[in-house]
Structure formats: C-alpha cells, structure tokens
C-alpha cells in the first residue's frame, strides 16, 4: 500500500465537509450522490489494492455496518400509505453516504498516527469553512455572498444557520482537544488554540441556541472523560482572547440587525474583524509561550488507581447530592414550568437578533414533532414510508409555515418508519458513541474522548433539528465510527490476505452500487437546467431537460410536472393532463401534482374542481390552492380555461 494512500485517507472527511459545506451542507439530493460516488468508487479503491483489506474488520464493525445497512433497505422497501417510490429513492441516496464512509473508514484507517490526523484533519476543515462564514459577516464589502445568504443569522456557506452553528460547535470541541495536548507535535496545539475565537465567534453569528446547548454538552463531556493534561495551557491561552472577541462580537449592534451587510453594519463589521484577528494572535503566542508548561504537566504521574476511585465516589456523592438539592428546590416543578414555555411562548421580534438567545419558546417545533408522533400513531412498526413528513406536515398543519423537515431526526425516523427504523438507527448511533466511549478507556484517552463529546453533542442537537438532512455536519460521524469501531472486539479477518481476482470480485459490485447515485446525480442536473429554464419562461429548453432527467430515472415525478407546465404554455392541454397524472401516479401523495392537474384540466376546458378539492385535502392551507379552489367555483369552463391559464403563468419557481 502506497504511503500517501495511508497519509490521505485520513484527512478525507475534512476535505469532504468543506466540500459539503460550500454546496449547501449537502443537502441536495446531487450533492449527496456526487459524495455517495466519491466514498464508494474509495471503497472499491481500497479493497482492490490493499493487500489485507479486510484486515480491520471487527464484530462490532460488521454488526453495526450491517444494521446500517439493514436501516437503508427498509427505506427502500418499508410499507407506507404516503410513500412513493421516489421518495424512498432519494432517503437511500443520502444514506449511501453514510454508509460507505462507515464502510471506508473502518477498513482503512488503522494506526493511532491516522487517528490523530483524521481528528486533524476534521478540525482543519471545519475552522476554514467557519473563517470564511465569518468573513462574509465582518466584512461583506470584500467577501459578498448571493442574494438570500444575507440574513439576519448567518448561514453562509451551508444556507442553514443552526447547521453553520453545531459544526462550529464541534470544531470547538475538536480544536480544545488539539489545544489541550500536553505531548506531541506542537504546531496543533498552537493553531488549533488560534482557531477557537474564529469558532465561537462564528457560532454567535448564527445565534443558535441549540448550537450553543450542543456545544456546552460536548465542552463538559470532553473535560470529564478526556482530562487532557495540557488543559491549563489551554484555557490559559485561550480563554481571555475568546471572551474579549465575543464581547466586542456582541457589542456590535447592527450586526444583528435587519441588515447585517449594510454599509454601517459592514463598518462595525470591519472593527469586529480586527479585534478578532488580534484574539487569534494573542492565542496563538499565548499558547506558544505556555508549550513550557506542557513538559512540566507531561511529566506529572497520573492519578493511582486508590486516586482515580476516591475521584469517582467523590463524583457520585456530589451527584446525588445535587439531585437532592434540586428537588428540595422545586427543580421538577420548573423544568415542566420552563417546557410549557418552550411549547407555548413565541418569540417577538423587536430587529434584534441578540434577544433570541435568551428566550426559551419555540412552539413551532413543538407543532412539528405533533405531526411526526401522530404518524407513529398511526403506523407504529413500519410507518407511513420513507421523506413523508413533509406530506403529513402539509396535510396537517394547524398554521401556514413551509417546513420540509420534523426537526428532530428520532421522531421523524418513528413517524416516517416505525419502531424498525428507529431501532435500526438509533442502535447505530448508540452503537458508534459506544465505540468512542471504549476506546476513551484506553491509551489515547483524550482523542477519543473528544470524539465522544462530539457525538454527544451531535446526538444531542439532531434531537432538535434536521442535522440527517445536512451530510456536512454528519458525515464525519459515520468516518469516525468506523475507525473506532474497527477498535473494538476481534478481527476475525485480520490474516486474510485474499488474491486480486478475490478482491476484484468484491470491488466490482461495490462500483455498481454508485449506479444509484449515479442516476440521482444526472437525474438531478438534468431537472435543475429544466427549472431554471423554466423560470426563465423558455418551456423548449426546460422540456428537453424534462426529457433527459427521466431518462436518467424514470421514476421522478418533477420532470413530469415540468412538462406539464410547459405544455400548458404551449398549448398541448391534453400532453398537460397526461404529464400531470404521471406525475401523480409516482407520487399521489403530492399537493403540487393534484395542484397541477387542476390547472391542466381546467386549461383543456374539464372540470378542474375534484383535481383542486384533492390538492385541499393534501394541503389546506396553501395560498395557492385555496386561490384555486375560489377560481374553479363556477359551472363555466370558459372560465376554468381562463382561470386557469392565468395561474399556470403566474408560475415561476416550480417544487
């Protein structure tokens, strides 16, 4: 195996959340299968050359590969009344991401030198897209985004703020790792000291709540499993330049205004950025000059195991003793007092962003994890089918908001899936921090531990958003925990050294498995051309894309809903109708295609009503049906016709 093969690898999943995170996280469904080629096109790499390549295979790895994957083929093949086909599609399409890298990583990354730059390598990629997020805020003048990343939260380059502020949050925890190091090469220890007030002041700039938890959760964890030795060079070094950045940070008042890229905000920007790079500075020389201290606390003995016990009864003593206290105090009462809160109060907004970070409501969330129990209730083992909470959500919600995800990733995995999928996932999660936590036990006590703290911390903020939905923010989950879970348990494999005809029999289905991102990804440019062409009102060019994105995957209903449309402008009525109800056919669930064969149907001069009253029951509140339904409320289909033309070109965006 080739050197630079084994000094690669490792850095992969930093490279791959810059990647992500400049291509909006990953969210995408192109995005996600360019990243599905990429990881398994490696994988088939690495087991065709590798000489042992399946030398790293454990039980714990090849149990919890096989769970993941067994999670992907119920997304595939689980029953559901509002899932489609290509719904399903598109859900394993993002879980092939997943799994390769668990895959990937678990085979090829064996020494503690890689560990130790696979941890690098992940705190490197998320401080350099965190630097540049907060470029764009300090001074938007020299670094301008396009328009829709200029809000009042930043979200640049992920185009999700609260995605930006848990990535920063594990950066945090990553590069305290590295900076907390009392032994090894110095230059981590020193940059990765530079790069936390760049990260903190990046996570105020989203002004996200659950980022601030997560990263509090995961700090905490880490300074009580990972007890680095070189924790008070650290905080030395690093806490005063944080703190005066995140002052001056909040200081900045039209920073978190309306119009944070505005010319005065730019200026206040401008001063912000200065004193930034001058806490950067001062952390860096800090922690350099306090590399003296690290030797003195390398030398130091660890604690004798009489030490370590009396360290832990002491804990648990003060646990109890806390929890006591807490109910003497009425801490029960409050925690339900603070949760009505959180379920009932609604922010008000007075321009200020700052103000969000103390209040404690966000019933919205609340609405939406009602919708996503209430398909558990109605389908408790296997769901309602895979990417349905968005047709819940629309059929359901009790207010007008366009949300695409449950923002919890457990209970959407119960509603869309059933206690089978959230077994299957939630035994994988719990199955990679484990792995962490064992090997936290061992020799390199402080890496672990650190990717410990930021599993928790991921675990912990995908309770409350739609982290899944964002591969930037959780790819390197999967890489890590293939690597710790190869750790774990025997290697029944481990002498295994089969031919190359061998290996080649395993590399090539391993290829053919990227036929299905393949598809996704060329099924997706074709449809993105056709949507851009169409907004653009040129319906030729927008059809052939149609065209050519179902010839790549047949099963899409989009394409069929863009030709339905550019038949309407065209004049082909019955083509529309005939698009439409394809579209339909792929996806019945879907208001915007019950929508469509309306407009078509009423366009051909037939009743649009039952195609509209349909679209109602899909999705009552929407502007756009409830107009429809007011337009086709007469008995003359001269003016269905001219209704519904006039709708159709009033069209520009389409889903």
Not at 231 to 236: A, N
């Amino acid at each position: 195996m080739p050197d630079w093969i084994d000094r690669a690898l490792p850095v992969l999943p930093g490279a791959l959340i810059v990647y992500l995170s400049f291509n909006a996280g990953g969210f995408f469904p192109g995005t996600q299968a360019l990243a599905a080629i990429i990881v398994w096109v490696l994988l088939a790499a690495w087991i065709a050359i590798a000489e042992r390549p399946f030398a790293a295979v454990s039980w714990p790895l090849a149990a919890t590969v096989a769970a993941l994957a067994a999670f992907a083929v119920w997304i595939l093949i689980s029953p559901g009344e509002l899932g489609s086909g290509a719904r399903s599609l598109l859900e394993f399409n993002r879980i092939l991401v997943y799994l390769g890298a668990l895959l990937l990583f678990g085979l090829s990354i064996r020494s503690a030198v890689q560990i130790r730059w696979l941890i690098w390598g992940l705190a490197v990629g998320i401080t350099v897209v965190c630097a540049v997020a907060l470029l764009t805020r300090l001074m938007p003048d020299v670094f301008p985004t396009a328009p829709g990343f200029d809000d009042e939260r930043l979200s640049f380059p992920l185009t999700y703020w609260n995605a930006l502020g848990l990535l920063g949050s594990i950066g945090v925890i990553l590069c305290l790792h590295l900076a907390s190091r009392a032994s090894g090469p110095r230059p981590p220890r020193v940059l990765a000291a530079g790069a936390i007030p760049i990260l903190v002041t990046t996570i105020y700039f989203t002004f996200s709540r659950g980022a601030i938890a997560a990263a509090t959760i995961g700090v905490v964890a880490y300074l009580v499993i990972g007890r680095p030795r070189g924790l008070p060079s650290s905080v030395l070094a690093v806490a005063a330049p944080t703190a005066v950045a995140l002052l001056v940070a909040y200081g900045a008042d039209l920073l978190a205004g309306p119009n944070p890229t505005a010319e005065p905000a730019a200026d206040q920007g401008h001063e912000v950025a200065i004193v930034v790079a001058a806490c950067v500075v001062a952390a860096l020389a800090l922690r350099f000059v306090l590399l003296s201290l690290d030797r003195r606390l390398a030398r130091m003995p660890p604690l004798s195991r009489h030490s370590r016990q009396r360290v832990r009864i002491g804990a648990a003593v003060a646990l109890v003793a806390a929890v006591i206290v807490a109910v003497v105090l009425g801490l029960p009462g409050e925690i339900k007092t603070q949760y009505d809160r959180f379920a009932t109060d609604v922010p008000v907004s007075s321009g200020d962003v700052r103000e969000r970070l103390t209040e404690t409501g966000s019933p919205a969330r609340v609405r939406q994890w009602r919708v996503a129990l209430d398909q558990f209730d109605r389908a408790e083992v296997a769901g309602e089918g895979a990417g349905t909470w968005v047709i819940a959500w629309n059929r359901d919600r009790p207010v007008l908001s366009t949300v695409n995800d449950a923002h919890s990733l457990y209970l959407e995995v119960l509603g869309e899936l059933g206690i089978v999928g959230g077994v299957l996932l939630v035994g994988v999660i719990v199955a990679i921090l484990g792995a962490f936590a064992l090997a936290a036990r061992g020799p390199n006590r402080p890496g672990y531990a650190a990717l410990l703290a930021a599993g928790l911390a991921w675990a912990a903020h995908a309770g409350v958003d739609w982290d899944w939905e964002m591969p930037a923010v959780t790819i390197w989950l999967f890489a890590a925990g293939g690597m710790a879970l190869a750790l774990r348990g025997s290697r029944p494999l481990r002498s295994f050294a089969p031919p190359l005809i061998g290996r080649l029999l395993v590399a090539v289905p391993l290829v053919l498995i990227t036929i299905v991102p393949f598809k996704v990804l060329s099924s997706e440019a074709w449809l993105d051309r056709g949507r851009d062409a169409f907004a653009r009102d040129a319906c030729g060019p927008a059809s052939n894309d149609a065209e050519q994105s179902l010839e790549a995957l047949d099963s899409r209903p989009e394409p069929y809903e863009l030709l339905g449309y550019c038949a309407i402008r065209d004049g082909d009525f019955e083509g529309a109708v005939a698009a439409m109800q394809k579209a339909i056919d792929r996806d019945p669930e879907n208001w915007n295609f019950r929508y469509g064969l309306a407009l078509a149907q009423g366009a051909s001069g037939a009743d649009p009503r039952p195609a509209a009253h349909a679209a109602a029951i899909l999705n009552p509140l929407d502007p756009l049906v409830t107009t429809a339904l007011e337009a086709f409320d007469t008995d003359r289909p001269e003016l269905w016709e001219r209704r519904a033309r006039f709708l159709a070109r009033q069209l520009r965006t389409l889903s």
